[in-house]
């Protein structure tokens, strides 16, 4: 199984950006996939998580602002991510549940300049 991550980039201060991560390798759909990111010196964090059967759940640094989303077809989750802030900054990673296995993507940069 490989997940591939795009979309990072540097972003002022009130912009957006969407990441998209695909997800291979597998027959079966996943389970739960999600985002997660790691800012320097602190500890990775789930932002958002999405289910099979679409249910979501946010940060709450991030409601109102993040939407998770996923096309089971394509095994890809997408995060759209508006009014960015600068404490946004961070390495993004994508996460896949297949059944009692969690995979991880490579991460893709995010950085909200003030």
């Known amino acids: 199984v490989q997940l591939q991550a795009s979309g990072g980039g540097l972003v002022q201060a009130g912009g957006s950006l969407r990441l998209s991560c695909a997800a291979s390798?597998?027959?079966?759909?996943?389970?739960?996939m999600g985002w997660y990111r790691q800012a320097p010196g602190k500890q990775r964090d789930m932002v958002a998580q999405?289910?099979?059967?679409?249910?979501?759940n946010y940060a709450d640094s991030v409601k109102g602002r993040f939407t998770i989303s996923r096309d089971n077809a394509k095994n890809t989750v997408y995060l759209q991510m508006n009014s960015l802030k600068p404490e946004d900054t961070a390495i993004y990673y994508c996460?896949?549940?297949?059944?009692?296995?969690?995979?991880w993507g490579q991460g893709t940069q995010v950085t909200v300049s003030s």
């Open positions: 996460r896949a549940q297949l059944w009692n296995q969690y995979y």
């Open positions: 390798g597998s027959r079966y759909s996943f389970n739960d």
């Open positions: 999405i289910s099979s059967g679409g249910g979501t």
